[in-house]
């Protein structure tokens, strides 16, 4: 994990499979690392792993405008998405 700009703020989400469920969850942190709030959720049936990846970042960027904040960049191991 490498910190966002001074100032400005990360959210690190992923989605995996937990028997028949697709679950996501994400976490926010500003430029020192420091968590600002972090969520989960999950619904059946389970999706295709690109669906549960844009899922977490939907979430994710939700969150984060929930919150107030801008200059936000989204972190993902899913290369399609990013």
């Known amino acids: 994990w490498e910190p966002p700009l001074n ?3 990360k959210v690190n989400v ?3 499979r937990a028997g028949n469920r697709t679950v ?3 976490i926010l942190r500003d430029c020192r690392g420091t968590c600002i709030g972090w969520f989960t959720k999950s619904m059946s049936p389970f999706l295709e ?3 549960g990846e844009y899922l977490a970042a939907r979430a994710g960027l939700q969150f984060a405008a929930f919150l107030g904040l801008s200059s936000v960049t ?3 191991d ?3 998405l990013v």
């Open 24 to 26: 996501w969850a994400g």
């Open 74 to 76: 989204l972190e993902s």
């Open 14 to 16: 992923d989605s995996g």
């Open 7 to 9: 100032g400005s703020y």
């Open 49 to 51: 792993p690109e669906h």
């Open 78 to 80: 899913c290369l399609a």
